[in-house]
Protein backbone atom coordinates (compact mmCIF):
# COMPACT_ATOMS: atom_id res chain seq x y z
CA UNK A 1 0.00 0.00 0.00
CA UNK A 2 3.03 1.83 0.45
CA UNK A 3 3.31 5.35 2.70
CA UNK A 4 1.72 8.47 3.06
CA UNK A 5 4.47 10.32 4.92
CA UNK A 6 7.72 9.90 5.50
CA UNK A 7 10.63 11.39 7.13
CA UNK A 8 14.06 10.62 8.11
CA UNK A 9 16.33 12.32 10.70
CA UNK A 10 13.58 15.55 10.10
CA UNK A 11 15.21 18.69 11.86
CA UNK A 12 14.04 22.07 12.72
CA UNK A 13 16.12 25.20 14.13
CA UNK A 14 14.81 28.14 14.89
CA UNK A 15 18.19 29.50 15.55
CA UNK A 16 19.89 28.11 18.73
CA UNK A 17 16.85 26.43 19.65
CA UNK A 18 15.97 22.74 18.35
CA UNK A 19 11.96 22.85 17.35
CA UNK A 20 12.55 19.14 16.12
CA UNK A 21 15.41 16.65 16.76
CA UNK A 22 15.64 14.28 14.01
CA UNK A 23 12.71 12.58 13.96
CA UNK A 24 11.51 9.30 11.80
CA UNK A 25 8.20 8.54 10.96
CA UNK A 26 6.50 6.62 8.26
CA UNK A 27 2.81 6.38 8.20
CA UNK A 28 1.36 3.41 6.04
CA UNK A 29 -1.54 4.65 3.25
CA UNK A 30 -5.13 4.42 4.36
CA UNK A 31 -4.90 4.60 8.66
CA UNK A 32 -5.28 7.64 10.95
CA UNK A 33 -1.97 8.41 12.66
CA UNK A 34 -2.62 10.02 15.79
CA UNK A 35 0.58 12.46 17.08
CA UNK A 36 0.08 13.91 20.99
CA UNK A 37 2.52 15.45 23.12
CA UNK A 38 2.47 18.49 25.32
CA UNK A 39 2.64 22.40 24.47
CA UNK A 40 6.36 22.50 22.37
CA UNK A 41 6.83 18.75 21.57
CA UNK A 42 6.74 19.72 17.34
CA UNK A 43 3.42 18.62 16.72
CA UNK A 44 2.17 21.65 14.56
CA UNK A 45 6.29 21.98 13.66
CA UNK A 46 5.79 18.52 11.95
CA UNK A 47 2.10 19.09 10.19
CA UNK A 48 4.40 22.98 9.00
CA UNK A 49 6.85 20.96 7.14
CA UNK A 50 4.36 18.68 5.39
CA UNK A 51 2.95 21.45 3.61
CA UNK A 52 6.29 23.19 2.65
CA UNK A 53 5.12 26.19 5.00
CA UNK A 54 8.08 26.41 6.37
CA UNK A 55 11.07 24.10 5.69
CA UNK A 56 13.61 21.88 7.45
CA UNK A 57 16.79 22.55 8.70
CA UNK A 58 17.84 18.79 7.77
CA UNK A 59 16.46 15.68 6.76
CA UNK A 60 14.23 14.41 4.50
CA UNK A 61 10.32 14.17 3.75
CA UNK A 62 8.04 13.00 1.70
CA UNK A 63 4.01 13.12 1.25
CA UNK A 64 2.52 11.10 -0.84
CA UNK A 65 5.47 9.64 -2.09
CA UNK A 66 6.81 13.69 -3.45
CA UNK A 67 9.09 16.03 -1.85
CA UNK A 68 6.88 18.90 -0.36
CA UNK A 69 9.23 21.78 -1.69
CA UNK A 70 8.84 20.42 -5.49
CA UNK A 71 5.83 18.81 -5.22
CA UNK A 72 4.25 22.28 -5.38
CA UNK A 73 0.27 23.63 -6.24
CA UNK A 74 -0.20 20.06 -7.44
CA UNK A 75 0.59 18.24 -4.53
CA UNK A 76 -1.50 20.53 -1.73
CA UNK A 77 -4.33 20.25 -4.20
CA UNK A 78 -4.00 16.71 -2.67
CA UNK A 79 -4.28 17.20 0.96
CA UNK A 80 -7.29 18.73 3.10
CA UNK A 81 -5.42 20.76 6.08
CA UNK A 82 -6.68 22.09 8.73
CA UNK A 83 -4.22 24.56 10.91
CA UNK A 84 -4.51 24.82 14.72
CA UNK A 85 -4.68 28.53 14.19
CA UNK A 86 -7.57 28.88 11.90
CA UNK A 87 -7.76 32.67 10.24
CA UNK A 88 -10.52 33.42 7.61
CA UNK A 89 -11.89 35.90 6.04
CA UNK A 90 -14.70 37.80 8.59
CA UNK A 91 -16.67 39.58 5.49
CA UNK A 92 -18.51 36.92 3.55
CA UNK A 93 -20.64 34.00 4.30
CA UNK A 94 -19.33 30.91 4.53
CA UNK A 95 -21.07 29.67 0.95
CA UNK A 96 -18.82 32.02 -0.50
CA UNK A 97 -15.76 31.25 1.48
CA UNK A 98 -15.53 27.48 1.00
CA UNK A 99 -16.73 28.31 -3.11
CA UNK A 100 -13.29 30.37 -3.09
CA UNK A 101 -11.47 27.31 -1.37
CA UNK A 102 -12.80 25.29 -4.26
CA UNK A 103 -11.79 26.77 -6.23
CA UNK A 104 -7.98 26.29 -4.83
CA UNK A 105 -8.25 23.12 -4.20
CA UNK A 106 -10.04 21.32 -7.12
CA UNK A 107 -12.81 19.70 -7.87
CA UNK A 108 -15.90 19.00 -5.25
CA UNK A 109 -18.69 17.13 -5.65
CA UNK A 110 -21.72 18.65 -5.97
CA UNK A 111 -23.41 19.06 -2.87
CA UNK A 112 -20.96 17.63 -0.36
CA UNK A 113 -20.79 21.17 1.19
CA UNK A 114 -24.16 21.44 2.22
CA UNK A 115 -23.91 17.67 3.72
CA UNK A 116 -21.52 18.42 5.38
CA UNK A 117 -22.51 21.78 6.72
CA UNK A 118 -25.86 19.65 8.20
CA UNK A 119 -23.68 17.37 9.63
CA UNK A 120 -21.80 19.70 11.78
CA UNK A 121 -24.49 21.92 12.37
CA UNK A 122 -23.37 24.86 10.50
CA UNK A 123 -24.97 27.49 9.12
CA UNK A 124 -23.38 28.84 6.11
CA UNK A 125 -25.22 31.70 5.36
CA UNK A 126 -24.05 33.57 8.04
CA UNK A 127 -20.92 35.94 7.40
CA UNK A 128 -17.94 34.66 8.92
CA UNK A 129 -17.14 37.23 11.31
CA UNK A 130 -20.47 36.81 13.27
CA UNK A 131 -19.32 33.12 13.39
CA UNK A 132 -18.58 31.77 17.45
CA UNK A 133 -14.93 29.67 17.33
CA UNK A 134 -16.86 26.44 16.93
CA UNK A 135 -18.36 27.50 14.29
CA UNK A 136 -15.60 29.25 12.76
CA UNK A 137 -13.71 25.57 13.58
CA UNK A 138 -16.81 23.29 11.13
CA UNK A 139 -15.49 25.71 7.93
CA UNK A 140 -12.27 24.81 8.56
CA UNK A 141 -13.11 20.87 9.01
CA UNK A 142 -15.50 21.65 5.92
CA UNK A 143 -13.32 22.96 3.53
CA UNK A 144 -10.41 20.45 4.24
CA UNK A 145 -12.82 17.53 3.78
CA UNK A 146 -15.03 18.90 0.95
CA UNK A 147 -12.56 17.65 -1.75
CA UNK A 148 -11.98 14.26 -0.76
CA UNK A 149 -8.02 14.57 -0.74
CA UNK A 150 -6.33 11.44 -0.14
CA UNK A 151 -4.45 12.85 2.85
CA UNK A 152 -5.90 14.92 5.54
CA UNK A 153 -3.39 16.82 8.06
CA UNK A 154 -5.57 17.97 10.82
CA UNK A 155 -4.16 19.89 13.85
CA UNK A 156 -5.90 19.88 16.97
CA UNK A 157 -8.91 19.82 14.68
CA UNK A 158 -11.58 20.10 17.57
CA UNK A 159 -10.79 22.35 18.93
CA UNK A 160 -13.68 24.60 19.97
CA UNK A 161 -16.58 21.79 19.39
CA UNK A 162 -19.30 20.42 21.46
CA UNK A 163 -19.02 17.03 22.41
CA UNK A 164 -21.93 15.76 19.83
CA UNK A 165 -20.27 17.39 16.68
CA UNK A 166 -16.33 16.33 18.43
CA UNK A 167 -18.35 12.28 17.56
CA UNK A 168 -19.40 13.58 14.12
CA UNK A 169 -16.51 15.06 13.04
CA UNK A 170 -14.65 11.31 14.58
CA UNK A 171 -17.16 9.35 12.23
CA UNK A 172 -16.15 11.95 9.16
CA UNK A 173 -12.92 11.09 10.10
CA UNK A 174 -13.26 7.09 10.02
CA UNK A 175 -15.33 7.20 7.26
CA UNK A 176 -12.20 9.20 4.96
CA UNK A 177 -9.96 6.18 6.27
CA UNK A 178 -12.57 3.40 4.85
CA UNK A 179 -13.07 5.63 1.70
CA UNK A 180 -8.88 4.78 1.44
CA UNK A 181 -7.62 8.36 2.58
CA UNK A 182 -4.91 8.60 5.07
CA UNK A 183 -5.56 10.98 8.20
CA UNK A 184 -2.77 12.40 10.48
CA UNK A 185 -3.99 14.35 13.05
CA UNK A 186 -2.77 15.92 16.52
CA UNK A 187 -4.45 16.58 19.84
CA UNK A 188 -3.90 17.43 22.98
CA UNK A 189 -7.31 15.15 24.18
CA UNK A 190 -5.74 11.39 24.76
CA UNK A 191 -9.55 10.03 24.43
CA UNK A 192 -9.39 11.45 20.61
CA UNK A 193 -6.55 9.93 19.83
CA UNK A 194 -7.84 6.73 21.13
CA UNK A 195 -11.34 7.16 18.90
CA UNK A 196 -10.47 8.22 15.87
CA UNK A 197 -6.22 6.33 15.45
CA UNK A 198 -5.12 3.23 14.53
CA UNK A 199 -1.25 4.19 15.45
CA UNK A 200 -0.32 7.01 17.52
CA UNK A 201 3.15 9.28 18.03
CA UNK A 202 4.29 10.50 21.32
CA UNK A 203 6.32 13.96 20.40
CA UNK A 204 8.04 15.33 23.45
CA UNK A 205 11.10 17.68 23.21
CA UNK A 206 10.76 17.42 19.22
CA UNK A 207 11.65 13.80 19.76
CA UNK A 208 9.91 11.01 18.99
CA UNK A 209 8.85 9.15 22.47
CA UNK A 210 7.18 6.14 21.36
CA UNK A 211 5.41 4.88 18.38
CA UNK A 212 2.92 2.33 18.93
CA UNK A 213 -0.67 0.87 18.17
CA UNK A 214 -3.52 2.68 20.21
CA UNK A 215 -4.07 -0.91 21.77
CA UNK A 216 -0.71 -2.16 22.38
CA UNK A 217 -0.60 1.46 24.44
CA UNK A 218 -3.65 0.71 26.24
CA UNK A 219 -1.89 -2.87 26.73
CA UNK A 220 0.67 -1.55 28.39
CA UNK A 221 -0.97 1.20 30.34
CA UNK A 222 -0.87 1.85 34.14
CA UNK A 223 -3.13 -0.19 36.15
CA UNK A 224 -3.94 0.49 40.13
CA UNK A 225 -4.69 -2.77 41.91
CA UNK A 226 -5.83 -3.80 45.51
CA UNK A 227 -5.52 -7.28 46.58
CA UNK A 228 -5.93 -8.93 50.03
CA UNK A 229 -3.88 -11.93 51.26
CA UNK A 230 -5.04 -14.11 53.53
CA UNK A 231 -2.93 -15.53 56.91
CA UNK A 232 0.01 -12.80 55.55
CA UNK A 233 0.95 -10.02 57.68
CA UNK A 234 1.14 -6.52 56.33
CA UNK A 235 5.13 -5.95 55.80
CA UNK A 236 5.14 -10.06 54.00
CA UNK A 237 2.10 -8.44 52.09
CA UNK A 238 3.58 -5.55 50.36
CA UNK A 239 6.82 -7.56 49.91
CA UNK A 240 5.42 -10.25 48.53
CA UNK A 241 3.51 -7.72 45.64
CA UNK A 242 7.14 -5.43 45.29
CA UNK A 243 9.30 -8.18 44.37
CA UNK A 244 6.59 -8.79 41.34
CA UNK A 245 8.55 -7.09 37.90
CA UNK A 246 6.45 -4.33 36.63
CA UNK A 247 4.83 -4.04 39.91
CA UNK A 248 5.61 -0.26 41.26
CA UNK A 249 3.96 2.71 44.09
CA UNK A 250 3.14 -0.48 46.70
CA UNK A 251 0.97 1.19 49.87
CA UNK A 252 1.79 0.30 53.45
CA UNK A 253 -0.87 -2.40 53.94
CA UNK A 254 -2.82 -2.65 56.50
CA UNK A 255 -4.90 -5.56 58.51
CA UNK A 256 -8.16 -6.00 57.96
CA UNK A 257 -10.15 -7.91 60.23
CA UNK A 258 -13.79 -8.95 59.06
CA UNK A 259 -16.31 -10.92 61.59
CA UNK A 260 -19.11 -12.56 60.53
CA UNK A 261 -21.15 -14.04 62.69
CA UNK A 262 -23.35 -17.43 61.93
CA UNK A 263 -25.79 -17.64 63.88
CA UNK A 264 -29.07 -17.10 63.41
CA UNK A 265 -31.62 -15.74 66.63
CA UNK A 266 -33.86 -19.12 66.09
CA UNK A 267 -31.23 -21.41 67.11
CA UNK A 268 -28.61 -21.42 70.02
CA UNK A 269 -25.67 -19.86 69.54
CA UNK A 270 -22.83 -20.42 67.57
CA UNK A 271 -19.00 -19.79 67.10
CA UNK A 272 -18.21 -16.37 65.65
CA UNK A 273 -15.82 -17.25 62.80
CA UNK A 274 -13.16 -14.18 62.09
CA UNK A 275 -10.88 -13.99 59.11
CA UNK A 276 -8.23 -12.15 58.53
CA UNK A 277 -6.32 -10.24 55.38
CA UNK A 278 -3.50 -7.97 55.04
CA UNK A 279 -4.67 -5.57 52.09
CA UNK A 280 -2.12 -3.94 49.82
CA UNK A 281 -2.49 -1.23 46.92
CA UNK A 282 -0.22 -1.00 44.26
CA UNK A 283 0.58 0.19 40.78
CA UNK A 284 1.47 -2.35 37.91
CA UNK A 285 3.44 -0.76 34.65
CA UNK A 286 3.93 -4.24 33.20
CA UNK A 287 2.07 -6.70 31.60
CA UNK A 288 -1.29 -7.98 34.01
CA UNK A 289 -0.80 -11.60 33.39
CA UNK A 290 2.80 -11.67 34.75
CA UNK A 291 1.37 -10.31 37.95
CA UNK A 292 -1.64 -12.79 37.97
CA UNK A 293 0.50 -15.76 37.81
CA UNK A 294 2.78 -14.22 40.99
CA UNK A 295 -0.13 -13.49 43.05
CA UNK A 296 -1.54 -16.90 42.22
CA UNK A 297 0.85 -18.49 45.01
CA UNK A 298 -1.14 -17.58 47.71
CA UNK A 299 -4.27 -17.13 48.85
CA UNK A 300 -6.31 -13.96 47.29
CA UNK A 301 -9.16 -12.59 49.76
CA UNK A 302 -9.83 -9.99 47.55
CA UNK A 303 -8.73 -8.35 43.88
CA UNK A 304 -9.65 -5.01 42.35
CA UNK A 305 -7.79 -4.38 39.14
CA UNK A 306 -8.91 -0.50 37.30
CA UNK A 307 -9.24 -0.18 34.04
CA UNK A 308 -5.90 0.93 32.12
CA UNK A 309 -4.97 4.45 32.89
CA UNK A 310 -3.58 5.21 29.89
CA UNK A 311 -3.54 9.15 30.31
CA UNK A 312 -1.34 8.08 33.41
CA UNK A 313 0.75 6.17 31.25
CA UNK A 314 1.35 9.11 28.45
CA UNK A 315 1.65 11.44 30.91
CA UNK A 316 4.85 9.27 32.50
CA UNK A 317 6.26 9.55 28.98
CA UNK A 318 6.27 13.23 28.64
CA UNK A 319 7.71 13.49 31.99
CA UNK A 320 10.57 10.70 31.80
CA UNK A 321 14.35 12.04 31.42
CA UNK A 322 15.71 11.58 27.92
CA UNK A 323 17.80 8.76 28.71
CA UNK A 324 14.71 7.00 29.74
CA UNK A 325 12.68 7.34 26.50
CA UNK A 326 12.96 4.17 24.24
CA UNK A 327 16.00 5.14 21.93
CA UNK A 328 14.89 2.28 19.45
CA UNK A 329 11.28 3.95 19.32
CA UNK A 330 12.55 6.32 16.03
CA UNK A 331 14.39 3.41 14.77
CA UNK A 332 12.86 1.48 11.23
CA UNK A 333 12.16 -2.09 13.14
CA UNK A 334 9.95 -0.05 15.91
CA UNK A 335 8.03 1.88 13.10
CA UNK A 336 7.56 -1.37 11.54
CA UNK A 337 6.26 -3.46 14.17
CA UNK A 338 3.89 -0.30 14.92
CA UNK A 339 2.83 -0.47 11.24
CA UNK A 340 2.25 -4.07 11.39
CA UNK A 341 -0.09 -3.79 14.65
CA UNK A 342 -1.99 -1.30 12.93
CA UNK A 343 -2.92 -3.24 9.77
CA UNK A 344 -4.39 -5.74 12.35
CA UNK A 345 -6.94 -3.45 13.80
CA UNK A 346 -10.46 -4.21 13.15
CA UNK A 347 -12.21 -1.85 11.03
CA UNK A 348 -15.87 -1.22 11.81
Not at 179 to 199: K, P, R
Amino acid sequence: MGFAIETHALTKMYGPRAALRGIDLAVESGFVFGVIGPNGAGKTTTMRLLLDIIRPSSGSVLVLGQPPRSGGPALRTRIGFLPGELRLEGRITGHTLLRHFAAISGPVRPGIVDELAERLGLDLSRQVRALSRGNKQKLGIIQAFMHAPPLLVLDEPTSGLDPIVQQEFLGMVHEARDAGATVFLSSHVLSEIQQAADTVAILRSGRVVTVSSVESLRQSAVRHVRVGFASLSPRAAAASLAAIDGVAGVADAALSTDGAATAAASTPPQPVTTTSSAVVTATITGPIDAFVKAIAHHTITELTVEEPDLEESVLRLYSAPDNESNPESRAPSSLTRARHSSSDRHRP
